[in-house]
């Protein structure tokens, strides 16, 4: 299964927002950091919006945070909310023509697999991906945090 630029964009939007600690990012900001499309990352970041994942503030000195904290993301359900197919065969499919389908153990496997591959997913929050916040800030260009005194 290969998950949709769209699912791969909101988890990036949210690590960045992660990483941001409540100041506010721009779309703008975080499409030069990942260099991708800010016309793709419109339409994900008024879904995040929309999702309450985030919380965007219009304006000259506008932008997105996360309105949730990290620890509150699950990645399973951010998931099964952005991905809209999980048919990965046929058969698993509303529109399913296959022939064998009756006798075929597949789409038994195929189900199986599907739902280990979310229940992993399930075991893990935003915070979790943000652990290796260190290595991760300097991959896209934001400093490290100060240490607290």
Do not use: W
Request: aromatic letters at 6%; charged letters at 30%; glycine letters at 6%.
């Amino acid at each position: 299964m290969k998950l949709t630029l769209y699912s791969d964009y909101c988890l990036r939007v949210l690590l960045f927002l992660g990483m941001k600690d409540g100041e506010l990012a721009t779309i703008k900001e975080i499409a030069e950091r990942y260099d991708i499309s800010r016309n793709h990352l419109m339409k994900v970041v008024y879904e995040l919006n929309r999702m309450g994942y985030i919380e965007t503030l219009r304006g000259k000195n506008g932008g997105m945070r996360l309105l949730r904290q990290p620890a509150d993301i699950n990645v399973g359900e951010l998931i099964r909310r952005t991905e809209n197919d999980f048919a990965l065969v046929e058969c698993l499919g509303a529109d399913n023509e296959c022939r064998i389908t009756a006798a075929c153990r597949l789409r038994h496997v195929f189900r199986e697999a599907l739902d280990a591959f979310l229940e992993v997913l399930d075991r893990f929050t935003l915070a979790d991906l943000l652990e290796p916040e260190a290595k991760l800030r300097p991959l896209i260009g934001l400093p490290l945090p100060r240490p607290s005194a």
